[in-house]
């Protein structure tokens, strides 16, 4: 019997955090972020420190998170489609109902993060050592992690050689904060591109969901409604897959 709960308890130990959580009523964090399945921090609800990523959220979780509350200096980046895939919002206050961001129900996959990095570095400095710090600047590791995840969060990306040197530069001559180099990402002509949804975009998002589901090509009737929704409603290939499940001809076909 001890040896039963001894490999038990090995056993827990090494899943992922991520499977390791569970709607519950766990402690607020110190740092990080609490996903409630209702609005205005209601329900039940799961936590993420700052530093964690979450790249699958477990299937009980999936698509039901209504509210997100922010604690100590955490920002949070969530996306709609598993492996930080899909359309992503990034969150660095409370949002009490997420309906008004379009984004109810719609939270498949998130990451969590110190915000402010460079002031929650300096902020236990005096003066004198505080300018000497800024003076020598972050280890070019630290500006190449900041780089790669403002380009991945932003333009779901690794950068290039060319954007990865111009933002490192940024960061150690300039003193450019993460923020800066996002913000300077989202004014980007790709990420315009990228975020501007088009009535081509949209029947090819509609296109690849009926092939995915039903194994077809759209028809007419069908698919205008789907691209309707795709560009008045923001909806994702995802979510048009979704709504696919539902329908008579898909329930027939997995009989």
Known sequence: MRTLLATAFAVALMLPSASAQRWGRERF??????????????????????GDDVPRVPDDMNDQI????????????????????????????????LRDENWN??????????????????GDLNDADRGRDRARGPAPADVDRIVRRAYQDVLGRDPDEGGLRQYRSRIVDDHWTEEQVRDSLRNSPEYREKTTMTR?????????????????????????????????DNWSQDDVEKDLRRSPEYRQKNR
């Open 29 to 50: 964090p110190d740092s990080g972020a609490c996903f409630f399945r209702d609005a205005n921090f209601r329900g039940d609800y799961f936590c993420v420190r700052a």
């Open 200 to 232: 081509p975009k949209a029947q090819e998002i509609v296109r690849k969901a009926y092939l995915n589901m039903l194994k077809r090509e759209p028809d007419a009737a069908g698919a205008e409604a789907y691209i309707q929704h795709v560009l008045r």
């Open 105 to 122: 129900d719609r939270i498949s996959s998130m990451r969590v993060q110190a915000s402010g990095q460079r002031s929650d570095r300096f």
């Open 66 to 97: 209504s509210s997100i509350r922010l604690f100590g200096r955490a920002e949070v980046v969530v996306f709609r489609d598993i492996r930080f895939n899909g359309g992503s919002l990034r969150l660095d206050h409370n949002a009490s109902n």
